[in-house]
């Protein structure tokens, strides 16, 4: 199974709205995840199960999805928010593990 | 405090070997599976490989795989990645994770090393 993100790089505002899509080759289960990775820094998760937040991550940050199309959507765009998203695909036996070619967001 | 830190990275020529370690403290290594995913110069994450807490399950990308060897020792709370016949297409930087639940092996990840790089070159 391949993941395609887009758009693989969006230039926003602070205060704007953004998605960014990842799109599955089939249909995969709920084992989907976001991660947020800023410039010198390990990834940090985001969102697992595809809509759960992990713990610490502000409200601001939301996924949703079903089948093949999925959405991170941040709302109210905060400097420390630019950054570049990756989504993950898990528990795929027998390939564990896929992400997403990335998605840049900077600062318009 | 908990967190993986990955040791070993360095500058090797083509076909050389290199040996990556990620060492565990503040948590139960053992009751982890580990991975290792690398991230090429301005390239996005490209996972690597996984063991499982107990060894059992051992998988590898296709690109890494017959030249890459992952393996533990938890009395060490290290993990290891042996890497052989190296190529200028793995120079990257090389991070170990943890999955969020323990004794699953395919799961997301809530915990990375800060990483290690690999720079492949003559």
């Known amino acids: 199974i391949q993941l395609t993100q887009s758009p693989s790089s969006l230039s926003a505002s602070v205060g704007d709205t953004v998605t960014i899509s990842c799109r599955a080759s089939?249909?995969?289960?709920?084992?989907l995840a976001w991660y947020q990775q800023k410039p010198g820094k390990a990834p940090k998760l985001l969102i697992y199960?595809?809509?759960t937040l992990a713990s610490g991550v502000p409200l601001r940050f939301s996924g949703s999805g079903y089948g093949t199309d999925f959405t991170l959507t941040i709302i109210s765009l905060q400097p420390e928010d630019f950054a570049s998203y990756y989504c993950q695909l898990f528990n795929n036996y027998p390939t564990p593990n896929t992400f997403g070619q990335g998605t840049k967001l900077e600062i318009k | 405090q908990v967190q993986l830190v990955e040791s070993g990275g360095g500058v090797v020529q083509p076909g050389r070997s290199l040996r990556l370690s990620c060492a565990a403290s503040g948590f139960t290594l053992s009751n982890y599976a580990v991975h290792w995913v690398r991230q090429a110069p301005g390239k996005g994450l490209e996972w690597v490989a996984v063991?499982?807490?107990?060894?059992?399950?051992?998988y590898y990308a296709d690109s890494v795989k017959g030249r890459f060897t992952i393996s533990r020792d938890n009395s060490e709370n290290t993990v290891y990645l042996q890497m052989d016949s190296l190529r200028a297409e793995d120079m990257a930087i090389y991070y170990c994770?943890?999955?969020?639940?323990?004794?699953?092996?395919?799961?997301?990840?809530?915990?990375w090393g800060r990483g290690t790089m690999v720079t492949v070159s003559s």
């Open positions: 199960d595809v809509s």
């Open positions: 994770a943890r999955p969020a639940d323990e004794f699953v092996f395919d799961w997301y990840f809530d915990l």
């Open positions: 089939q249909g995969i289960s709920s084992a």
């Open positions: 063991i499982s807490y107990d060894s059992v399950n051992i």
